[in-house]
């Protein structure tokens, strides 16, 4: 059991490059905190620094009140889970998952115990005798988790675990990381670039980005309150489509204009820039935000023409050209579009998001 | 030709010209074993044969028996078990010389292994400032011939009062057999991941643990090719061994047997002999390490 505290954080290499910058994070005991991001952008830095893997070159990292900066990682209580597992080649199944025990130096008779345990949970008993490279993907994959769980650690790392293994494990194993956390009660730390792996395993979710963190906050605050275009971007699947406008305010009423294009903006929203008429503006619309049954209003409907039809399975994608800019949508599998032709999307307005156009920060939120 | 016929071609062709280069190779070994089994007039009676007509030990009981005798202009002829030629009066330095090659060898492999692994492991796996350029530093000295360093290594030793002893050489091979020793050493800690010294240092090992537990074994291969090439180094070497030692206290083998040519008459047969003694502590380690040694020598050269 672990809180951990950043406290004005930043990691500079000698060599200049500067990998993490001012982070103040807060990681509460038990809670599952994923690092969102794009590769370079600083989470994989966070979490070595978590292990003790890499140096704190600014600011303070606390486990509870104890300041972590000089302790070196043998000496704190994390276990870590590789993207490329980093099993050891020339250690047998059982041995991979005895090491961090036995390097505690725990009774060989609770090792074995543990072993066991773990083992019989992850399902890799008959493979204990065996060694990594005659071990599948999947397999590999398993051990590295045994031999993260059997250590019973304060804090649980894993670094992209599974970013090598085929779609179809991925989920399931998704599964088992979030049915993991559960029994074992401690606080994970996880870093993936996979907003998908994010948004179901996460209790809170830190997206960044060039070593500064873009926004903290819980799977759904990320994905319907997006502070800016980086993270709205990042999140959403197609991701989210953008239209450059200006804002128009008549009256009560503000509205987004885009040539022929005109979208009433919900109230929430319009108190926000009721006095900012003309000001630049990028609209975001995400792909599923559209209605193609619903009877289109005046003000609340995107006109287009389609130029690609995607089906996937359970819905299809369709690619429609508005006001001269492509932007994809998310609508039902029943609806039978072909190329060329015109069709009209009713926008839920009250999803619309609005950024500045020059920062990409959000009128919103 | 048919395919099959063309397979056949090759490898008949690729046979022969093994079993020439094996015999370029195997040639000057098979004649030294053979003529170590020869008296000096068997040597040199023409034509050589390969086979000894009478095959005699008495090359190798003079070796042994040399310490006994005091070898003199005199008593040389008389002294010589093998067939009339000559022992040369240098005769009974050989074997404490073989001693001092093996203090020499087995000294410079330890203390390679205890400074090439640690450096090594640190070039390879920690980030520091200069790690490049150490690595590079290292290799250019390697560049400069060894005998442009003989004199600023004589004088360094005279400083140290290490003229002829043993210690001089030591100290001398080792500065040149490290920078090659961490390179080969250097080049295969850095094919293992960096995730796995990661792995070990979260499951409780220090850096030391983690390269002890989880390193060295991983680097087995390539730890035998280092000690494979710094023991034959120190085993062969010449040039240092030769100004840096004077009297049998500090001669290594090269020397010593070298020295038998410089006698008043040169007995083959002898020296031949002596050469057997010189090649069998190598041809024994390259045994033991049979298995290892030709995924050690190519370790590094292709990463995974």
């Known amino acids: 059991m672990a809180r951990i505290r950043f406290e004005g954080v930043g990691k500079r290499y000698p060599n200049g490059f500067?990998?993490?910058?001012?982070?103040?994070?807060?990681?509460?005991?038990?809670?599952?905190?994923?690092?969102?991001?794009?590769?370079?952008?600083?989470?994989?830095?966070?979490?070595?620094?978590?292990?003790?893997?890499?140096?704190?070159?600014e600011g303070s990292l606390f486990f509870d009140d104890a300041l972590m900066n000089p302790v070196p990682p043998h000496r704190r209580d994390v276990a870590m889970v590789f993207q490329s597992y980093a099993l050891y080649p020339h250690k047998s199944v059982?041995?991979?998952?005895?090491?961090?025990?036995?390097?505690?130096?725990?009774?060989?008779?609770?090792?074995?115990?543990?072993?066991?345990?773990?083992?019989?949970?992850?399902?890799?008993?008959?493979?204990?005798?065996?060694?990594?490279?005659?071990?599948?993907?999947?397999?590999?994959?398993?051990?590295?988790?045994g031999r993260a769980m059997v250590r019973q650690p304060a804090v649980f790392l894993m670094d992209e675990p599974l970013?090598?293994?085929?779609a179809a494990l991925r989920i399931s194993m998704r599964a088992e990381i979030k049915q993991l956390?559960?029994?074992?009660?401690?606080?994970?730390?996880?870093?993936?670039?996979?907003?998908?792996?994010?948004?179901?395993?996460?209790?809170?979710?830190?997206?960044?980005?060039?070593?500064?963190?873009?926004?903290?906050?819980?799977?759904?605050?990320?994905?319907?309150?997006?502070?800016?275009?980086f993270v709205a971007s990042f999140l959403g699947n197609p991701p989210i489509n953008y239209l450059d406008g200006t804002l128009e305010v008549?009256?009560?009423?503000?509205?987004?204009?885009?040539?022929?294009?005109?979208?009433?903006?919900?109230?929430?929203?319009?108190?926000?820039?009721a006095s900012q008429s003309g000001r630049a503006v990028t609209l975001g619309l995400r792909a599923e935000d559209v209605d193609e049954h619903g009877t289109p209003r005046v003000d609340e409907t995107v006109h287009g023409r389609v130029t690609s039809v995607l089906p996937v399975g359970s819905d299809q994608f369709l690619g429609v050209e508005v006001e001269g800019r492509p932007q994809f949508f998310r609508v039902g599998k029943e609806m039978r579009h072909r190329e060329g032709d015109n069709v009209a999307l009713v926008v839920n307005v009250n999803r619309l998001h609005l950024f500045d156009r020059e920062s990409g920060r959000s009128l919103v939120w | 030709m048919t395919p099959r016929g063309a397979r056949i071609g090759r490898s008949l062709l690729l046979l022969a010209a093994s079993l020439l280069f094996l015999g370029y190779v195997l040639a000057p070994v098979a004649w030294l074993v053979s003529s170590s089994f020869q008296s000096e007039s068997e040597i040199t009676s023409k034509p050589p044969h390969?086979?000894?007509?009478?095959?005699?030990?008495?090359?190798?009981?003079?070796?042994?028996?040399?310490?006994?005798?005091?070898?003199?202009?005199?008593?040389?002829?008389?002294?010589?078990?093998s067939s009339g030629g000559f022992i040369p009066s240098t005769a009974k330095n050989l074997l404490p010389s073989m001693w001092n090659s093996f203090i020499v060898a087995i000294s410079v492999v330890v203390l390679n292994l205890l400074v090439s692994v640690p450096a090594a492991y640190a070039m390879a796996k920690i980030r520091f400032i200069g790690r490049q350029t150490s690595?590079?530093?290292?290799?250019?000295?390697?560049?400069?011939?060894?005998?442009?360093?003989?004199?600023?290594?004589?004088?360094?030793?005279?400083?140290?009062?290490?003229?002829?002893?043993?210690?001089?050489?030591?100290?001398?091979?080792?500065?040149?057999?490290?920078?090659?020793?961490?390179?080969?050493?250097?080049?295969?800690?850095?094919?293992?991941?960096?995730?796995?010294?990661?792995?070990?240092?979260?499951?409780?090992?220090?850096?030391?643990?983690?390269?002890?537990?989880?390193?060295?074994?991983?680097?087995?291969?390539?730890?035998?090719?280092?000690i494979l090439f710094a023991f034959l180094t120190s085993w062969n070497e010449f040039l240092l061994a030769l100004m840096f030692t004077q009297t049998p206290a500090s001669q290594t083998m090269p020397i010593v047997v070298a020295s038998f040519t410089s006698d008043f008459t040169i007995s083959f047969s002898f020296i031949n002999a002596a050469g057997v003694l010189a090649v069998v502590p190598p041809v024994i380690l390259a045994i033991v390490f049979e298995r290892y040694i030709v995924s050690g020598l190519t370790a590094g050269a292709v990463k995974g």
């Open chain 1, 18 to 57: 500067v990998a993490l910058e001012g982070l103040d994070l807060d990681i509460r005991d038990r809670e599952f905190l994923v690092l969102l991001g794009p590769s370079g952008c600083g989470k994989s830095t966070t979490l070595n620094m978590i292990a003790g893997l890499e140096e704190v070159s």
């Open chain 1, 94 to 145: 059982y041995e991979n998952i005895a090491f961090g025990l036995r390097m505690r130096n725990h009774p060989a008779s609770e090792i074995d115990r543990r072993v066991r345990d773990a083992a019989r949970k992850l399902e890799i008993e008959p493979l204990l005798e065996r060694r990594p490279n005659q071990l599948s993907g999947g397999q590999r994959q398993r051990v590295a988790l």
């Open chain 1, 163 to 166: 970013s090598n293994l085929d």
């Open chain 1, 181 to 229: 956390h559960h029994t074992m009660a401690t606080t994970f730390v996880y870093v993936t670039h996979d907003q998908a792996e994010a948004l179901t395993l996460a209790d809170r979710i830190v997206v960044m980005k060039d070593g500064v963190v873009q926004q903290t906050g819980t799977p759904d605050e990320i994905y319907e309150q997006p502070r800016n275009t």
């Open chain 1, 250 to 273: 008549e009256g009560r009423e503000v509205s987004f204009r885009r040539g022929g294009l005109r979208l009433a903006l919900p109230p929430h929203v319009a108190q926000r820039v």
């Open chain 2, 50 to 81: 390969w086979i000894p007509h009478q095959p005699t030990l008495k090359n190798f009981e003079a070796i042994f028996g040399a310490g006994e005798r005091d070898v003199t202009y005199e008593t040389r002829r008389k002294a010589d078990p």
């Open chain 2, 135 to 226: 690595i590079y530093a290292m290799l250019v000295t390697r560049v400069i011939p060894d005998i442009a360093l003989v004199v600023p290594f004589f004088l360094f030793i005279r400083k140290l009062g290490l003229l002829d002893h043993v210690g001089s050489l030591i100290v001398t091979y080792l500065a040149i057999t490290v920078p090659f020793s961490v390179f080969i050493l250097v080049s295969y800690f850095e094919s293992l991941p960096d995730e796995l010294d990661k792995a070990a240092r979260v499951d409780g090992c220090s850096r030391l643990q983690a390269l002890l537990r989880v390193f060295l074994p991983l680097a087995l291969p390539s730890l035998v090719a280092m």
